[in-house]
């Protein structure tokens, strides 16, 4: 817990602009996260025997932040399917990559593939592997499978899609399936949805500004303004900027986001920009791809060396 409340510091407390009220939300995150997190790791323990099959689903466009580092020990025996959801939001030459770099990396018996929201032949190969991996371990049974995946990242969407109906509850933020579910996905495939699971411990601050950006972490645990100078750190880099904030001399995040504030008329009575309320829209906008498809990290290159992505 005390790591938590480290890592929310962190994100409160270096808010270069108008930030308030870090300390309770600090407060309030450290005891919201790991109370559901040890909740989620032992449904994973309790249900486990029951499944043949791991699906891990990740954001595409930070799929490294994303994905659980100790999620193999955690599920011994059992293959694991990479789902890189929300791919309609992701540079498509990154992911491509990225589907090469994981189908060459991981272990054999796993298996990695792309969700954009609802495609149906990206839905058929997705349970046809499902399938595929599950009956190389138990060839007669039904193939049951968990989803796991951090908060918010589209387990219960991607389950409904799989199931041709849309009976586990979706919504976007985190923390919205709070309990276990099975649901049947048809020709022998049962999947179970869970609750999102979190990695126990203080993250590196560069993970934890992607996992605030892509909307993993509840809004009350990080200081939207230190976020959205994150983002349009990011944006400007790439050299992404919606036109209306490159007419002036400013390039400073910080500048960037009084002109976003002001373009989008997020002002106080008296005529200064509303930081913060402009910060939470602009971070909106970054999540639904307002500014385009946008990857956060590509795979490491030849040389073994990783990097995020700037350009889309
Ligand atoms: N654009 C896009 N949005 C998606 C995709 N998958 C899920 N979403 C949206 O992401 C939000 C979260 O989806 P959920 O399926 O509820 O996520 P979850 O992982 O089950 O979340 P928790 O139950 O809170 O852990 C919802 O608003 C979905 O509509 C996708 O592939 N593309
Ligand atoms: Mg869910």
């Keep these: 817990m005390a790591l938590l409340a480290g890592k929310m510091a962190w994100l409160s407390g270096a808010a270069g602009a108008g930030g308030t009220g870090g300390g309770r939300r600090a407060a309030a995150a450290s005891t919201w996260f790991p109370g559901e997190m040890a909740k989620t790791r032992r449904l994973i323990r309790e249900n486990l025997p029951l499944v043949g099959l791991v699906i891990e689903v990740a954001d595409a466009r930070a799929p490294r932040a994303m994905r659980h580092p100790g999620l193999k020990g955690l599920v011994p025996g059992r293959p694991v399917l990479t789902v890189l959801g929300k791919a309609d939001l992701a540079d498509p030459s990154v992911t491509r990559r990225w589907v ?3 189908g060459r990396t991981s272990p054999s018996g796993d298996g990695v593939a792309v969700f954009s929201g609802g495609r149906g032949r990206e839905v058929r190969a997705i349970a046809g592997l499902a399938r595929e991996l599950g009956r190389a371990r138990s060839p007669r049974a039904p193939v049951r499978a968990m989803v796991v995946g951090l908060p918010n990242v589209g387990k219960s969407t991607l389950i409904n899609r799989l199931c041709g109906r849309a009976s586990a509850r979706t919504g976007d933020r985190p923390g919205v399936t709070r309990g276990k579910q099975w649901l049947r996905a048809g020709d022998g495939l049962e999947l179970l949805d869970l609750p999102g699971i979190l990695v126990p411990g203080r993250l590196p601050d560069p993970v934890a500004l992607r996992l605030a950006l892509l909307g993993i972490l509840p809004d009350h645990a990080f200081e939207v303004t230190r976020v959205a100078l994150f983002a349009l750190d990011l944006l400007a880099e790439a050299h992404r900027l919606p036109a209306e904030l490159c007419r002036g001399e400013e ?18 009575s008296g005529g200064r920009p509303d930081l913060e309320r402009a910060a939470a829209a602009l971070v909106r906008d970054f ?14 290159d030849d040389a073994g060396r990783g990097a995020p992505v700037h350009a889309g």
């Design 100 to 102: 090469e770099f994981l």
């Design 287 to 300: 999540r639904e791809g307002r500014f385009g498809r946008f990857s956060l990290e590509r795979p490491p």
């Design 251 to 268: 390039s400073a995040a910080f500048g960037l986001l009084e002109r976003f504030a002001e373009v989008r008329g997020h002002v106080r």
